[in-house]
Nanobody, 118 residues
């Protein structure tokens, strides 16, 4: 059974940094593209970044390019999101899922809350 567990969120001041982690289980992690998504209050969930199975290619939503870096460790079944130069508009619950842009798992983790505020 597939499972996703996100962690690493918190309260940070504008300009600060956070590193999110997502541990996946129940499928062969190393075979799949993984993505991060976020859902801000009152908004639809949106795709943020994706990384292919071997980790040598990634793509980002325009508003986070140059500030966020997605990476993965296939030995640990974990995908990361390093977030730098955070802005208040980055405030959201962050989730990971399998796939690129369109999630391919019906299950979602609990997410991890990121609040960017002074």
């Amino acid at each position: 059974q597939e499972r996703l567990v996100e962690s690493g969120g918190g309260l940070v001041q504008p300009g600060g940094s956070l590193r999110l982690s997502c541990v996946a289980s129940g499928f062969i992690f190393s075979l799949h593209t993984m993505s991060w998504y976020r859902q801000a209050p009152g908004k639809e969930r949106e795709w943020v970044a994706g990384i292919i199975n071997l980790g040598d290619s990634a793509d980002y939503e325009d508003s986070v390019k140059g500030r966020f870096t997605i990476s993965r460790d296939n030995a640990k079944n974990t995908v990361y999101l390093q977030m730098n130069s955070l802005k208040p508009e980055d405030t959201a619950v962050y989730y990971c899922n399998r796939g690129y842009r369109t999630p391919t798992l019906d299950v979602w983790g609990q997410g991890t809350q990121v609040i960017v505020s002074s």
